[in-house]
């Protein structure tokens, strides 16, 4: 036990100092958000410092950033959706009919850089007068997150006894009504893993957003540039625009913890 007890504290140390480099930068971004850009550059003013509300009031009402926030919301919401209805009955069909040759396909899209694509995305939703909607946004979201969700689910699926639909189709129900009644319950922390994941990817994009949207369809992300200038940049703004944005994904990681850790537990990284 003594000789275990100099490797405890090296873990705990080393867990201390990860935790504390982690959430330094939320911790500065957040302070940010409440001061003056005076005070932001004064180190003297780094701890201990007066709050101020006006960079949030700057952000959520004369920025507009309520729509930003509703046009995120509607793009990460719609592509999560439509991945999963898509991506869930492929990641099954995958895994019980052995389709190598599918699940490579699925692999490749996982390996290509999606900013590769967007010259050619932009050059045929231009012809189709597409850019600038939601409609090619979400499009571009779901070339991400389907082969993701695809990928998680083909390993959760494997993890699953087959044994289970087979003996629901011995007491009648169809292939399709195993898969309903049986497979798709057993696999609702996986699915909970793969949305959660597809949400939080739809709701940080950049890229796309930014070559993609318009002024009506700006996402949160595009719009913290608002915030950069060419000769300034407004860093109290930016740091509560940044914050506007972080806080439902640490809300969502927050409260879903448990359906990510046990999906990625029961099989969701297996395969």
Do not use: C
Request: charged share 10%.
């Amino acid at each position: 036990m003594r000789a275990r007890t100099p490797y405890k504290v090296f873990r705990v140390v080393a867990l201390v100092v990860v935790v504390l480099a982690l959430l330094a930068p939320l911790a500065w971004m957040v302070a940010a958000s409440l001061k003056t850009n005076v005070d932001i550059y004064n180190p003297d003013k780094a701890v201990f410092f007066s709050p101020t509300w006006d960079n949030y009031a700057k952000v959520l009402q004369q920025a507009n950033y309520v729509q930003f926030i509703v046009n995120s919301l509607w793009v990460a919401f719609a592509a999560t959706a439509l991945s999963l209805l898509l991506g869930v009955p492929a990641a099954y069909s995958m895994s019980r009919f052995s389709m190598g040759r599918s699940a490579l396909v699925v692999l490749m899209a996982r390996v290509i850089p999606a900013v590769s694509l967007l010259v050619p995305w932009y050059y045929v939703f231009s012809n189709l007068k597409m850019v600038g909607g939601f409609t090619v946004l979400i499009l571009s979201h779901m070339f991400v997150s389907l082969p993701l969700i695809v990928y998680i689910m083909m390993g959760y699926f494997d993890g699953l006894p087959i044994e289970l639909e087979e003996s629901a189709m011995v007491d009648g129900l169809t292939p399709i009504g195993a898969f309903r009644r049986i497979t798709l319950p057993l696999s609702t922390p996986g699915i909970a893993t793969a949305g959660i994941l597809s949400f939080i990817f739809s709701w940080n994009n950049f890229m796309f957003a930014l070559v993609l949207s318009s002024a009506h369809t700006k996402t949160l992300p595009v719009a913290i540039f608002d915030f950069v200038g060419y000769a300034s940049i407004d860093w109290g703004g930016l740091m509560a625009a940044s914050t506007v944005v972080t806080l439902p994904i640490m809300l969502i990681a927050l409260f879903a913890q448990k359906y990510v850790v046990s999906g990625l537990t029961a099989g969701a990284t297996k395969g």
